[in-house]
Nanobody
Framework: QVQLVESGGGLVQAGGSLRLSCAASGLSFKIDTMGWFRQAPGKEREFVAGITRSAIEVYYADSVKGRFTISRDNAKNTVYLQMNSLKPEDTAVYYC??????????????????WGQGTQVTVSS
């Protein structure tokens, strides 16, 4: 059974930082491209960041480039999202996802087969 479990969300003031974690089980984590997405109230889910299986390739949405960093620890089956200089517009539920077939990072929701339950990030102004 495949499970992705996010943690690390919370309430933070603008300019602050949070680190999200996504622990994976039930899949060959080392061979999966992983992504982070987010969904704000009343908006569609959007791509935030992705990282390939070897971590050689990373990709960010323009809105978070320079502020967020994605990384992974294959020994711990965990992917991270370090979020710095947070803004109120970063407020959303953040989801991690696994793309088992992707050799490169996709920004499309439909390319990711497995999803976590999400963790809430709230940035106050």
């Amino acid at each position: 059974q495949v499970q992705l479990v996010e943690s690390g969300g919370g309430l933070v003031q603008a300019g602050g930082s949070l680190r999200l974690s996504c622990a994976a089980s039930g899949l060959s984590f080392k061979i999966d491209t992983m992504g982070w997405f987010r969904q704000a109230p009343g908006k569609e889910r959007e791509f935030v960041a992705g990282i390939t299986r070897s971590a050689i390739e990373v990709y960010y949405a323009d809105s978070v480039k320079g502020r967020f960093t994605i990384s992974r620890d294959n020994a711990k089956n965990t992917v991270y999202l370090q979020m710095n200089s947070l803004k109120p517009e970063d407020t959303a539920v953040y989801y991690c996802a696994a793309d088992r077939l992707g050799a490169h990072i996709s920004t499309l929701i439909t390319e990711y087969e497995y999803w976590g339950q999400g963790t809430q990030v709230t940035v106050s102004s």
